[in-house]
């Protein structure tokens, strides 16, 4: 081999060893995810965003410091998060609907500032919540901005986990629910995201 060729090998060496140092280093910045985060089928997953809607959460929120909810779920060998989330389209004209997205990504430094994770003490029910929840995201349901839980053609964020664990077998939130006269909206019998974290079902597992 020439000297030239060597050069280029040499160079092109160093390229890779850099992007594979500094690309890990950059991928973990976009996200304020753990490394090394291990979930399992059915954990609950919560997260505080800055946005004006996760702020308006907050302020009817008064019981924790979360915005935002979803259920982690296993496709193909991949944990995932089945969530419902309004203002964050993928493609132009993309409607406000369940998704399913990488955990790294709903932990998105532009989604998220703060996160945990709370875990079902019953593991088989927790199987069969994901489950649900992922059937939920198949059939392309809607967001709900009515946040209504007696119509389940459409969903918010708290309705979707508690809707699947319910037809899991179990619930999750304890009475009452909240009602509130938010932005010309009247609101009844509403869940939010602190009613997790009173669950008696529940353990948490993270915070960060």
Known sequence: MTKSRWVIVALAAIGMTWMTIY???????????PAGLSL?????????????????????DRGGGYSHIGIAVDSAGVMMVVHAVPGEPDYEGDPDRVKMEPVDKFYARENAVTGGVMRCTDSAAAM?????????????????????????????????????????????????RHNFDLLGMKLRNVIMPSDFLSSPRLKSITNF
Not at 23 to 33: E, V
């Open 23 to 33: 690309g890990c280093t950059c991928n973990r910045q976009r996200t304020i995810m």
């Open 40 to 60: 399992k089928t059915g954990d609950v997953m919560l997260r505080r965003g800055s946005g004006m809607t996760s702020r308006a959460v907050l302020m009817a």
């Open 128 to 176: 069969r919540a994901a489950q649900v929840a992922l059937d939920i995201y198949r059939r392309g349901t809607l967001f709900d901005h009515e946040y209504d839980d007696s119509d389940t053609t459409k969903m918010y964020c708290c309705e979707l986990v508690e809707f699947a664990y319910k037809r899991a077998g179990i619930s999750l939130v304890v009475e009452p």
